[in-house]
């Protein structure tokens, strides 16, 4: 409710600053401001349908459970055939996905809450897996649930181009893959390869094709973000790290051929310079398994430079395309590497005093700074 009234407001100011300006007349400005009036209570009743579909999911919930518990026969059912609970889960699952359908897009009278339906099951298809491993006591392979439950929901995310299931089905993926890891027994000793790696695939698959748009944009801000966190963990840490077996090795060239296959000419600069870096990080990875006795400080050092460089990238493309989405994410980046490296190197080596001086000053100079190129962007908010 609140940033709904403040973005009024401020639309509002912008709508009599361009009135003074003359670029647009009494008439127009009234309109706008009409419509903008009429487009908040619609956001407001959207949400309060939104609150009545909760509420109402909550009580049939209630409902369903107490009826459950007031006819112990159905519990007793349940219990003696474990193959009726299985079939009844996945039997609802299947039936909020047809219900979902039909009301979002066949018949399109309940679109929203059709589209609920629809993530409904896509959830309930992982619990039915959960219970079959529950229920026949499979206390291993649960990377291979993980990966049921995402070739599941993947078909219905495209189908509808759901992109609240496309999400899950990027979160499944990464569940997937710990499983993976830990169960080779790999995490300990690949604890930032591992991220790089899956972030590759994830950023390589986002460069894949522009027909999902917003489906690959997840996929590359998931990818960024693990290889990002990957990096700043090396920038401070690094641990004994086993040589890559062969088939990693493998992956990791594959993943190379595909960013330096795909570095053409018709590609802006912003992509190339994109995909050099991330082959670079892979090569790093690659160079760091097979030189295991590297210094630590020399891994460090690398690490530090190539946060440096994605940030370099980020804040330039931002800038040049006018991207303030682009340029809050690498502040967001820029604040936390250096708090992170500062609080680490520094927060044993000052008395505490010292150490939140230097630190205010620091902040306060990159406040000055960020303040002036600010203003020196070409998309000022005196200009709009």
């Known amino acids: 409710m609140s940033s709904l009234v403040v973005g009024d407001r401020r639309m509002e100011k912008y709508i009599q600053r361009w009135l003074k300006k003359g670029l647009i007349d009494s008439t127009t400005s ?3 401001i009409e419509d903008m009036e009429s487009e908040r209570v619609r956001i407001l009743k959207l949400r309060f349908n939104i609150f009545v579909y909760t509420l109402a999911a909550i009580c049939i919930g209630i409902g369903v459970f107490g009826f459950v518990s007031a006819n112990t026969w159905i519990l007793k059912l349940f219990s003696q055939k474990p193959i009726i609970r299985v079939i009844s889960l996945f039997g609802i699952s299947i039936l909020s996905l047809v219900s979902g359908n039909i009301l979002a897009y066949k018949k399109g009278n309940f679109p929203r809450f059709g589209r609920s339906l629809i993530f409904l099951s896509s959830i309930l298809f992982g619990t039915s897996y959960a219970l079959i491993w529950k229920t026949y006591h499979i206390k291993q392979h649960y990377d291979v649930m993980m990966f049921l439950w995402l070739f599941t929901i993947l078909p219905i995310a495209y189908k509808f181009q759901n992109r609240i299931v496309n999400r899950l089905s990027i ?11 830990s169960s080779h027994k790999m995490w300990s000793c690949l604890n930032f390869i591992c991220p790089i790696l899956v972030g590759s695939f994830l950023f390589t698959i986002g ?3 522009k027909q999902y748009e917003e489906f690959f944009t997840d996929y590359k801000s998931t990818g960024f973000a693990l290889i990002f966190f990957a990096l700043l963990g090396m920038s401070i840490s690094v641990l004994k790290i086993l040589s890559l077996n062969t088939f990693m090795y493998v992956i990791f060239m594959l993943l190379i051929c595909c960013h330096l296959g795909t570095y053409k000419k018709q590609l802006d600069i912003f992509k190339k310079r994109e995909r050099l870096l991330l082959s670079l990080i892979l090569l790093m990875v690659i160079g760091m398994s097979a030189f295991s006795k590297l210094p630590t400080i020399v891994v460090v050092c690398i690490a530090n430079a190539l946060i440096i460089a994605i940030l370099w990238t980020g804040f330039k493309e931002g800038y040049e395309k006018k ?3 682009l340029i809050g994410i690498m502040n967001t980046c820029t604040m936390l590497y250096l708090s992170i490296n500062y609080s680490y190197w520094l927060f044993d080596r000052l008395r505490v005093w010292v150490f939140f001086l230097i630190g205010g000053g620091i902040l306060l ?7 002036k190129v600010r203003k020196n962007a070409t998309f000022k908010e005196t200009d709009i």
């Open 207 to 209: 460069n894949a094709s």
């Open 30 to 32: 009234q309109k706008l």
């Open 365 to 371: 100079i990159i406040g000055v700074f960020l303040e």
């Open 323 to 325: 991207s303030q989405n």
């Open 171 to 181: 979160l499944v993926f990464l569940c997937g893959c710990g499983f993976v890891f």
